[in-house]
């Protein structure tokens, strides 16, 4: 199943290029309006994790969502070598996770923080800015829960 590490890569590829597409176009300026009062283009750099967690820490955090970035790749790599060839589903959620997570150890190794940009919002409600490696990773995650909930409502089903 390593032949899905082309979705890796992809993510890679673009989730790199669009963050620098945002520094590019975004860096000192204030956010561009894609649909007012609902969706916009921010740049921001986040030293934390997902959401911003922890991005207050002191700067132990960078190293250490590294290491646990790669210790993830590695394990979802080894997990993909594993998968027989039918199981697509888990092998896009893994690739799509897997190149999130290389999109977002790049920025942390060459840059110290990860770009983000992109930004939902309603009113006083914002959803916490995110990039392309955050989606893949969010939807690769997603795939794995449906793929989980599918199994067991199947065997819900089966009387065996």
């Given at each position: 199943m390593?032949?899905w590490?082309?979705?890796s890569?992809?993510?890679v590829v673009?989730?790199?290029?669009?963050?620098w597409?945002?520094v590019?176009l975004?860096?000192?300026r204030p956010?561009?309006?894609?649909i007012?009062d609902f969706?916009?283009?921010?740049?921001?750099?986040n030293?934390?994790?997902?959401?911003?967690?922890?991005?207050?820490?002191?700067?132990?955090?960078?190293?250490?969502?590294?290491?646990v970035a790669?210790?993830?790749s590695?394990?979802?790599?080894?997990?993909?070598?594993?998968?027989p060839?039918?199981?697509?589903?888990t092998?896009?959620?893994?690739?799509?996770?897997?190149?999130?997570a290389?999109?977002?150890?790049?920025?942390?190794?060459l840059?110290?923080?990860?770009?983000?940009?992109?930004?939902w919002?309603?009113?006083?409600?914002?959803?916490p800015?995110f990039n392309?490696?955050?989606?893949a990773?969010?939807?690769?995650?997603?795939?794995?829960?449906?793929?989980?909930?599918?199994w067991?409502?199947?065997r819900?089903r089966?009387?065996?």
């Amino acid at each position: 199943m390593l032949r899905w590490l082309w979705l890796s890569a992809s993510v890679v590829v673009v989730d790199q290029l669009t963050k620098w597409l945002a520094v590019e176009l975004l860096l000192g300026r204030p956010p561009v309006v894609v649909i007012p009062d609902f969706f916009d283009l921010t740049l921001v750099y986040n030293t934390g994790a997902a959401f911003g967690y922890l991005r207050d820490a002191g700067g132990w955090q960078n190293g250490f969502f590294i290491v646990v970035a790669v210790v993830v790749s590695v394990v979802l790599v080894a997990m993909l070598r594993r998968l027989p060839r039918t199981d697509v589903q888990t092998a896009a959620a893994f690739s799509l996770i897997l190149g999130g997570a290389l999109g977002n150890i790049i920025d942390r190794l060459l840059q110290g923080y990860v770009v983000d940009f992109i930004h939902w919002f309603y009113r006083d409600w914002h959803w916490p800015t995110f990039n392309v490696a955050d989606s893949a990773i969010t939807v690769g995650a997603a795939l794995l829960v449906l793929d989980i909930v599918g199994w067991r409502l199947l065997r819900a089903r089966d009387p065996r």
